[in-house]
Structures are given as structure tokens and as C-alpha cells.
């Protein structure tokens, strides 16, 4: 969940500076250009509470543990302190209660792709489990990864202030700094990663699976479930293998859901290294503490079932309330729901733009897998100033 492709290669300053330690000073990386993807132009505008679908009557109380969650990393932003020490006050059983106090201390601002349309791709994630070994055997044979000591990452930001935020995903090859490897050379042995093995899993595509949702659960052979979650990433964008199914016409579109593929899979043994390798994105881990209530988005707070949502954070900023008018997955009943911001995913990108974090256990699966709808979104900003990014 919790990455992007960044900026072209521009890192003359930087690399030489991190690179110095080890090499000789060059004239110049020689290194690929990459393709540089713009922030969306989001749209925000104005809105009332009236035009949120079900707001008057909607049970607002079980999304108000997801708001003080995301207090925890927004109390020190000057325009949510005074939100943040506000709700703190109001009692988390009263729905009433809450609905006034939003409308008190905050704005709804219609979100708006580029183009002014109001509706966009609402999919969903959860938190998957494994069946592994801290050990390789035969049964388990698929590596999961710490991240590799000899990939380097660059902040562009201090030689160019236009990337702030954007990093570098590299690694030294003698003089020169090189884009990180791909999927199939890491899978191929590539990197710095043999000892680096935190968990062997039996199934590949469940694998891929988990890199995808960003964070699981490794059952051992005791019974004992281990939490992972998203350490870092190799610095390629996403791919999606589903789209690629639907392109070669192995699926139809609909059919091209994460149980749709995981069918292909099975059906397909000799083709399934192939497909995965479509995604040059490689996801790596570390082990989460045993008390964690539940997976760290990106916000650094751990996720509410049901009231989490990932973002693009250059479209919607992280920690803020979200509301979200969709429907449920493969169906047209409604969905409305206030929800929280509080992740990110490589492949959400866009102004409307959402993943619905459905939690964990195979309803959730389900649910996450079936989910493409379209929807709209609200997000809130604090009274007294004008929306702005973190």
C-alpha cells in the first residue's frame, strides 16, 4: 500500500552525496530517465451537508475511533489542533452529538477530477493471511522480504524543491546509481536480499496478494500469527495484472477480481511467473509488534475496519474525514459512509480515488476482492481557513 514512482533521475546533487562514502566523485549518474507522473489537478468545491447522501440520519459513532486515531498524527497541524482537542470532548456514544460537532468545526468540500466530473474508482483491501515458516522448506519455498541493505533512497526535495515529498529508489553499480531491480530479478536472486528472508510463504500468488494490500498475518505451523507490514519498495509503479488478464483476453472485466485471478492462477501454473512478473513493483516487510490492534497505514495509525480509506495523498490530505457515497461491492445497494484517511497505495492515484479497507478474515477478502464501484467523495476541512494539503 504505501508508495510512488518518483520523479525523473535528476539526482546529481544527492546521489554524489550519499554515494560518496563508498566511490570515487563522478561527473554524472548515468542513469535511465523516468517518466514523471503529475500530481492530479484536484477540484475542490464547496459544498452543504444536505448534499451528502443519508447525512442527517446516518449512525455516525463508529467512525469517530477512526477520527481520533487520525488525531494522533493531526494534533500538531495548527488547523486541526483546536478539531482535534475539540472531539475529545464529545461523547463517543452519541451520534447527535457528533453530527453537530462536524458541522460546527468543519467544511465539506466536494472533491472533483481534472476534468470536473464527481465520480471516480472506489476499490477495496484487507488484511490477508498467510500460511508460512520462518524456515524454507519444500512446502515453503516463497521468500518474504526485509528491505535490502544495498538499496539506496534519495529525497530530491533539499536540490529540488518542486519534488518535496518524492524519493529515490536506487542502488550503486561502481561509479554509477541505478534504478533498484525489478519483480523478476529479485525473484531471480538479484540484490542483496539472501539473509534477508523474514517469513517463507507456500503460495506465490498469495504473496503477490500481500505485497498488493500492503500488510497481513504469517500463521505458523503452531498456530501463532505473526503481523507484517509495509517497510518499503523497490521504486517501480504498479501494474495491474488484472488489466493485463483483461488486455490478453484470459478474463473478462468482470471476471478480473482477486479471486478471479487467483482461478486463473491454478488454472495456469505454467503461466503464473510470467503474469506476476508484469509488475515490476516489489513490496518488502518487517515484522509488526505482537500488541498492534491492527495494520499501520500511512498516516502511522493503526487502521479502523470498515472506516479506513487509502488515498492519493497529493489529492487528499492524510488524517482527514472523508465522506464517501458508493455502493456495495457487485451490487447496487448503497454505500455511504464518513470515513477516515489514512493510507495510500501504489496504484490509487487520482482526486476521486479510494481503497476501502475492509479488515481482516475471508468476509473481508471477499468483500475487498469483488470491490470496483464508483463513487463520490467529500472531503472535510476545519472552518476558518482554506483546504489545503499536509
Known amino acids: 500500500m504505501m508508495f510512488e514512482q518518483n520523479k525523473g533521475w535528476l539526482l546529481l546533487g544527492m546521489s554524489l552525496l550519499l554515494a560518496a562514502c563508498k566511490t570515487p566523485p563522478v561527473v554524472a549518474p548515468v542513469i535511465p530517465p523516468v517518466a514523471v507522473v503529475p500530481a492530479p489537478a484536484v477540484q475542490y468545491t464547496p459544498s452543504k451537508w444536505a448534499m451528502l447522501p443519508d447525512w442527517a440520519t446516518l449512525d455516525l459513532t463508529p467512525s469517530w475511533a477512526a477520527l481520533l486515531q487520525s488525531c494522533r498524527a493531526l494534533k500538531t497541524k495548527p488547523q486541526w489542533q483546536p478539531v482535534c482537542a475539540g472531539a475529545e470532548q464529545v461523547d463517543k456514544h452519541d451520534s447527535a452529538a457528533q453530527r453537530a460537532f462536524y458541522e460546527d468545526k468543519l467544511t465539506p468540500y466536494q472533491v472533483f477530477n481534472p476534468d470536473g466530473t464527481e465520480q471516480g474508482m472506489i476499490t477495496g483491501y484487507y488484511e490477508p493471511l498467510l500460511k508460512g515458516s520462518r524456515a524454507r522448506?519444500?512446502?515453503?519455498?516463497?521468500?518474504?522480504?526485509?528491505?535490502?541493505?544495498?538499496?539506496?533512497?534519495?529525497d530530491l526535495s533539499d536540490a529540488y524543491p518542486e519534488l518535496k515529498g518524492k524519493r529515490l529508489r536506487g542502488r550503486l553499480q561502481g561509479k554509477r546509481v541505478l534504478p533498484y531491480f525489478k519483480r523478476a530479478e529479485i525473484?531471480?536472486?538479484a540484490g542483496a536480499l539472501q539473509g534477508r528472508e523474514l517469513f517463507w510463504v507456500d503460495n506465490a500468488v498469495e504473496l503477490f496478494f500481500l505485497q498488493i494490500q500492503g500488510s497481513g498475518r504469517i500463521e505458523l505451523a503452531d498456530g501463532q500469527q505473526v503481523k507484517v507490514g509495509y517497510a518499503e519498495q523497490n521504486g517501480y509503479p504498479y501494474v495491474s495484472i488484472g488489466k493485463k488478464l483483461v488486455e490478453?483476453?484470459?478474463?473478462?472485466?468482470?471476471?478480473?477480481s482477486m479471486q478471479g485471478i487467483k482461478s486463473w492462477g491454478e488454472k495456469h501454473?505454467?503461466?503464473?511467473?510470467?503474469?506476476?512478473?508484469?509488475?515490476?513493483s516489489y513490496?518488502?516487510?518487517?515484522?509488526?509488534?505482537?500488541?498492534?490492534?491492527?495494520?499501520?497505514?500511512?498516516?502511522?495509525v493503526p487502521l479502523t475496519n470498515e472506516y479506513s480509506i487509502a488515498v492519493d495523498p497529493r489529492a487528499i490530505p492524510l488524517g482527514s474525514p472523508v465522506f464517501l457515497a458508493t455502493t456495495q461491492p457487485n451490487s447496487e445497494t448503497p454505500l455511504n459512509r464518513l470515513m477516515l484517511a489514512q493510507d495510500t497505495g501504489g496504484a490509487i492515484k487520482g482526486a476521486v480515488r479510494?481503497?476501502?479497507?475492509?479488515?481482516?478474515g475471508e468476509t473481508a477478502a471477499l468483500q475487498a476482492g469483488r470491490m470496483k464501484q464508483q463513487g463520490r467523495m467529500w472531503v472535510l476541512f476545519p472552518k476558518g481557513g482554506e483546504p489545503v494539503l499536509n
Open 248 to 256: 490478453a483476453g484470459e478474463l473478462k472485466l468482470e471476471e478480473a
Open 137 to 154: 522448506s519444500e512446502r515453503f519455498r516463497y521468500p518474504l522480504y526485509a528491505a535490502p541493505e544495498d538499496m539506496l533512497e534519495i
Open 283 to 300: 513490496v518488502f516487510f518487517r515484522e509488526l509488534p505482537e500488541n498492534l490492534s491492527a495494520p499501520l497505514g500511512a498516516l502511522g
Open 354 to 360: 479510494a481503497d476501502f479497507f475492509w479488515g481482516f
Open 187 to 189: 525473484d531471480a536472486g
Open 269 to 280: 501454473p505454467d503461466k503464473l511467473t510470467a503474469l506476476l512478473e508484469l509488475n515490476p
